[in-house]
């Protein structure tokens, strides 16, 4: 595991700024909690490119999924999101993709992986705030989940969700969950879904942050 600082990695802070730049245009819909957790994301990333902390690779990882992530990516690359798309694909080879639960639902280890970017794990360490990139296989389910006292967001960048059945979020839209909100997300059968997200929240918070899926109600 070799260690340096951002300033020395360019493609690392290049990704950075353009998570910046989707936190600052991407509308809040009108949301003044939704406005408040952008600005705290921009604000913890100004914070983090100017402390050009540590930044530490892992060994790169691959899970059953990142088979479509070539896949996504070059759907992104025809979205509004194709500047960043471009900057996570100079960085794709270093990635470490993984589940990030002690237990995964039978079948999800085959549609599902993330790789964090930024935050307690690295590769750029901080407890400012964590990004990353989830990748979904072409008719996943994610189960219903939630996060202990943290403000989460999914920017689509390739391929179509929903959350809860409520709606449907195609490339270059935002989906905001508050803390403790139980959510749940379906992906398009026809192809791969390639989501950036952000959670916010104290940094103790950040840096113990661990997630488990909701049990599901026993029928009656």
């Known amino acids: 595991m070799s260690e340096t600082t951002l300033s020395r990695i360019p493609d690392l802070g290049y990704l950075l700024r353009e998570y910046y730049e989707l936190y600052r245009h991407m509308s809040s819909g009108g949301s003044d909690k939704i406005r408040a957790h952008q600005r705290g994301v921009r604000e913890a990333i100004s914070r983090v490119l100017k402390a050009n902390g540590a930044v530490r690779f892992g060994e790169p990882a691959q899970k059953p999924v990142t088979a479509h992530l070539k896949r996504a990516l070059d759907e992104g690359r025809l979205e509004r999101t194709a500047t960043f798309i471009r900057a996570v694909e100079s960085i794709s080879p270093q990635l470490v993709w993984q589940y990030g639960y002690e237990k995964i639902p039978k079948g999800l280890e085959r549609t599902f992986a993330y790789a964090e970017v930024c935050g307690p794990n690295g590769p750029v360490l901080t407890n400012e705030v964590i990004l990353g990139l989830v990748l979904f296989a072409p008719g996943c389910t994610y189960p219903a989940h939630a996060h202990d006292r943290i403000s989460e967001s999914y920017i689509c960048l390739s391929g179509h969700v929903s959350e809860n059945h409520q709606g449907v979020y195609a490339p270059g839209s935002m989906i905001f969950n508050p803390p403790e909100h139980t959510h749940r997300i379906t992906v398009s059968k026809t192809e791969p879904a390639l989501l950036a997200y952000a959670w916010s929240g104290p940094p103790e ?15 009656t």
Request: proline residues 7%; charged residues 35%.
């Open 205 to 219: 918070l950040l840096a113990n942050q661990k997630m488990v899926f909701s049990r599901p109600r026993k029928k």
